[in-house]
């Protein structure tokens, strides 16, 4: 059974969610395309532009980087590279290693994130208009998915909230000791400031 032979997924509804995925994550892929052609940038370079914009100082270093966006050291310090040739980043040197570096934006780096940014906002608008309980189903089911994906080693980075060291699970109810407060499912994040690991 194949999810890409027609008669396969259209009688079977796994099938068809799979190929529905696989459909949308094609659109993140043309939005920011779209983006990339305008600003004469590859769709990596605005990624780790975006992600440096919101992300703090000990996540953008190019060991994290490459984990989290599943490409190797090399490709990504080529990267660094060239967006600071763009002049749209500064390299902040280590003072105890100076073979290591975090990255800051500068004022041109922070106004490309203004203008690219909105690459999603077609997505945005559509999950705006959506009933608040049909939101609440669809959280539920994507980070539950996210956090299998994680399990299988497929997503290696994660600040979500069933990995955190933080986070309780008593009679099947969610708490963040660091908030202290219960989590609902709207308030379960998949990337969160406070996040730590548990061990
Ligand atoms: S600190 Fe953040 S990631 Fe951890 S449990 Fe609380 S809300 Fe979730």
Known sequence: MSVFNLNDQNSNLDNKIVAGLDRISQVFKTLLWEKSKTYNLSPIQ???????????????TVSYLSQEFNLSKPTISDTIKTLEQKQFINKIIDKKDTRSYTIELTEKGENIVFETESFVNPLTDIITNLKQNDKLVLWKNITGIIQQLNELKIISVQRTCFKCKYYSNIN?????????????TEDIRIDCEEFELKV
Do not use: G, M, P, R
């Not at 605005?46 to 953008?60: G, P, R, V, W």
């Open 46 to 60: 605005i990624q780790l532009l975006i992600f440096i914009a919101y992300h703090s100082d000990e996540k953008t």
């Open 172 to 184: 099947n109810n969610s708490f963040c000791n660091l908030l202290n407060q219960n989590l609902n």
